[in-house]
């Protein structure tokens, strides 16, 4: 599943011209909670709105419930997960602007970081499902769900994730195919865009994280400025 990925820049929003770019800033990577733009039909046409990785928050989860991630959601029981059935069932769809997504690579034996997208470099669209909630002040904020699909023969996808279990991709959907993927019109049409995408059209390398300062040296860095 994909936990984490590099947002689509805000001088690079010219590849989705049919959407505003941003008006509101956020961090270059997303990890879970963290908010980030996507795009979903509004009103006449199309938004862009900032929303959180996950679509139950941390903050949303009861206490003394076990805390689980919901930052992907699966294409095969989609309709049934309480987490996203009525997102789903209402076609709240919604695209992710990307310029790459983060997989851990076992090959090695060990986990390495990987980053994947586009062999040509363009950003790209995630599909996805959004949710709104309703803040204490009374303005309501939106958060969202990666959808994926089986990638066990897909050539590129099936290498990532523990030995052993599932092997999962993203959708990313063509650029042709925005307009129609959130105007869908039913589950069975939404459901017709969750392919899996070409690998050979896909780019991959390890990117490993960069090695984290000992404490030590965080704070002795701090002192210094």
């Known amino acids: 599943m994909c936990t984490s990925y590099r947002a689509n820049p805000h001088e690079r929003f010219e590849a989705f011209s049919i959407f505003s770019a941003p008006s509101f800033e956020y961090k270059p990577e997303i990890y879970k909670d963290y908010f980030a733009p996507i795009f979903r039909r509004g009103g006449m046409g199309w938004s862009t709105d900032p929303a959180s990785f996950g679509i139950v928050p941390r903050k949303r989860i009861p206490p003394g419930v076990k805390v689980f991630d919901t930052m992907n959601a699966r294409a095969e029981t989609i309709g049934e997960k309480r987490s996203f059935s009525g997102a789903w069932n209402r076609l709240q769809l919604c695209l992710i602007p990307c310029e790459s997504f983060y997989e851990p690579n076992y ?8 980053r994947i997208g586009m062999a040509s470099g363009a950003p790209f669209a995630i599909a996805g499902l959004w949710r709104s909630w309703e ?3 009374g303005l309501p904020s939106l958060s969202f ?4 699909v089986n990638s066990d023969d897909h050539p ?7 030995p052993g279990d599932e092997k999962r991709s993203v959708v990313i959907v063509r650029p042709h195919s925005y307009e129609a ?5 039913s589950t069975d049409e939404a459901r017709s865009f969750l392919n899996l995408y070409p690998a050979e059209e896909m780019a991959a390398e390890t990117y490993p994280l960069p090695p984290r300062k000992p404490a030590g040296d965080a704070q002795q860095s701090l002192i210094e400025q």
């Not at 769900?145 to 994926?148: A, K, P």
């Not at 993927?181 to 019109?185: A, D, H, M, P, R």
């Open 107 to 114: 090959e090695t034996g060990k986990p390495v970081r990987w």
């Open 135 to 137: 803040e204490p002040e």
């Open 145 to 148: 769900t990666m959808l994926t």
């Open 156 to 162: 590129l996808m099936k290498r990532f994730h523990k």
């Open 181 to 185: 993927f959130l105007n869908s019109q």
